[in-house]
């Protein structure tokens, strides 16, 4: 049988290369004669820099970009001929801040926007990828760090400035007034094509949008959540109010009609709510919202890879409700299920009921974890735990197991 091992990372503990390679070594283990292939994968999140290089080439670039605490960090830009890729977690990503520090009420995306900012420089087209974020502000840190990198000095009022670098607690104070220089930065990336690889599709606000759906998982508690919230809410009305009808770029025909009707369509796009809101903040800067994971599985030729294979192994940390909204275990699935090739998931959580993961097009699902009390020994050691699970799976499935 031939096998290819496509995950994702799993959360902060394997990137998707480690993962693989795990998931391989442990199918090896277990069924010897299979011939097994790997093709680590990355929404936008954690890894998308890493697995399109890997799969691409072309030039990595270091630059050094502001943390979500406010300290200098190390990031990187990709750039294959004009178009250059970068990740948003590399400013943003969860595991810069440590657990005693994790407030995403006072968290700053302003990072992400120094990262746009040192793209642009011999672009055609910028790729952000969004997600794995430990922010949520709306992207209003990554207005401030495009807009001080591309205005004339003074754009923003020194009292805006600081507000907006703050992180999302306080955007409820900001006013349309306060953001008029918007559409000026919009029109500062006019000639570049500026697409967003977002790892969920959620909207801005809402049950599933940035707050509701992803703020704790940063530090938030459920009060905080509930502030955020009106905070982002109010700051969306305030931004698109500030940015007027447009005339050219995508989502140009969403913001006609009143402030209200145009606040409610933007923060409502597939993706607005990625990375705590930064898809929102690149949208109206003009970018296109893209599935991550759809993208790279494009870039790798996901499906001329799985069609050599008889079955297909994904995974991430744990599948969940987020999983089905535009991850790589659901872009894996929906990629295979065409081919008729069937797709296994192994996952250190799963967390999602066979019904659901059925109708996502997954043939079976295994976690490395079967119970929440061996999570914490399975996170002490993940690549021997995901390795051990790997092989056990690889018993179940492979026909040549005990010839
Ligand atoms: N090797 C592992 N064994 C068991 N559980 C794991 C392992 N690795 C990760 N997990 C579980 O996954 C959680 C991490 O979840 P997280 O959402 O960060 O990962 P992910 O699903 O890969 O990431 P994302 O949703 O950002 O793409 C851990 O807290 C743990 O519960
Ligand atoms: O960063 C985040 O908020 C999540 O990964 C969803 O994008």
């Known amino acids: 049988m031939r096998v290819l091992m ?59 970009v502001t943390s979500p605490l406010g300290a200098p960090v190390p990031a990187a830009l ?27 009420t006072r968290t700053t995306s302003r990072g992400a926007g120094e990262l746009v900012a ?25 207005l401030l760090g495009l807009a001080t990198a591309l205005l004339p000095p003074g754009a923003v009022a020194e009292r ?61 508690t459920p009060e905080q959540a509930q502030a955020l919230e009106r905070a982002l809410g109010a700051f969306a009305h305030a931004a698109t109010t500030a940015l007027g009808p447009v005339r050219t770029g995508p989502g140009a025909d969403l913001l006609g009609g009143g402030p209200d009707v145009r606040a409610a369509r933007l923060t409502g796009l597939p993706g607005a709510g990625a990375a705590g809101g ?26 001329g890879r799985i069609a050599r294979h008889d079955l297909v192994v994904t995974g991430e940390g744990r599948t969940d409700w987020q999983s089905l909204h535009g991850k790589v275990v659901a872009e894996v699935a929906a990629r ?20 659901e993961l059925s109708a996502a097009g997954v043939t079976a699902a295994y976690a490395v974890a079967d119970d929440p009390r061996d999570v914490p020994a399975a996170l002490a050691d993940p690549v021997g735990s995901l390795r051990a699970r790997a092989a056990r799976v690889a018993r179940t499935w492979s026909p040549a197991h005990g010839s």
């Open 6 to 64: 496509a995950p994702d990372g799993f959360g902060t503990r394997l990137t998707p290369a480690q993962a693989a390679d795990a998931l391989r070594d442990g199918w090896r283990a277990g069924a010897p004669h299979d011939v097994v292939d790997v093709c680590p994968l990355a929404d936008g999140g954690p890894g998308f820099v890493a697995t399109l290089h890997a799969s691409l080439g072309g030039d990595v670039e270091p630059v050094t």
């Open 78 to 104: 990709l750039r294959v001929g004009t178009t250059v890729h970068v990740e948003s977690a590399h400013a943003l990503g969860l595991d810069l801040v440590p657990d005693d520090r994790r407030d995403p």
């Open 118 to 142: 040192a793209a642009l420089r011999g672009a055609r087209r910028v790729v952000v990828g969004l997600g794995g974020s430990a922010t949520n502000d709306a992207g209003a840190g990554l």
């Open 160 to 220: 805006v400035a600081a507000l907006l670098a703050a992180g999302g607690g306080g955007l409820g104070e900001v006013t349309a007034d306060d953001l008029a220089w918007l559409p000026d930065l919009r029109a500062a990336l006019r000639d570049v094509d500026l697409l967003a690889a977002v790892d969920v599709d959620v909207p801005l606000l809402g049950l599933q949008g940035a707050s509701a759906g992803f703020s704790q998982q940063k530090g938030a």
């Open 278 to 303: 930064v898809g929102f903040a690149l949208a109206l800067l003009g970018a296109r919202l893209l599935p991550g994971a759809s993208l790279v599985a494009d870039a790798v030729d996901l499906p």
């Open 336 to 355: 295979a299920l065409p081919l008729a090739v069937p797709t296994v998931v192994v996952s250190g959580e799963v967390q999602v009921g066979r019904r």
